[in-house]
Nanobody
Framework: QVQLVESGGGLVQTGESLRLSCAVSGAAADIDHIEWYRWYRQAPGKQRELLQSISSGSGMITNHADSVKDRFTISRDSAKNTVYLQMNSLKTEDTAVYYC??????????WGQGTQVTVSS
């Protein structure tokens, strides 16, 4: 089993920045099989949207959403077992619940509980 706990959300104004964290814990055997981490978000009345992913091994980053390209950056600190999402130049349309995800071919999908980000104008 793997647990993902997000933190760092809050209320900010447009143009400001936030850094979300996703703390990863659990059985070492399962954590070792995590191949990728992802950040998703879900705004009210909308489907969950995949933002960015990072390979747990190579660190290769893939951006999946044009709306956050060049503003958001996923990263990981293997020593701290933590995944981050740096969000800059926030816009009101970035308001959503942000979710951390971990998965791999040999393990099930894991989700965090989500953290609310609200951007006011």
């Amino acid at each position: 089993q793997v647990q993902l706990v997000e933190s760092g959300g809050g209320l900010v104004q447009t143009g400001e920045s936030l850094r979300l964290s996703c703390a990863v814990s659990g059985a070492a055997a399962d954590i070792d099989h995590i191949e990728w981490y992802r950040w998703y978000r879900q705004a009210p009345g909308k489907q969950r949207e995949l933002l960015q992913s990072i390979s747990s091994g190579s660190g290769m980053i893939t951006n999946h959403a044009d709306s956050v390209k060049d503003r958001f950056t996923i990263s990981r600190d293997s020593a701290k077992n933590t995944v981050y999402l740096q969000m800059n130049s926030l816009k009101t349309e970035d308001t959503a619940v942000y979710y951390c995800y971990a998965g791999g071919r040999m393990i099930r999908n894991y989700w965090g509980q989500g953290t609310q980000v609200t951007v006011s104008s």
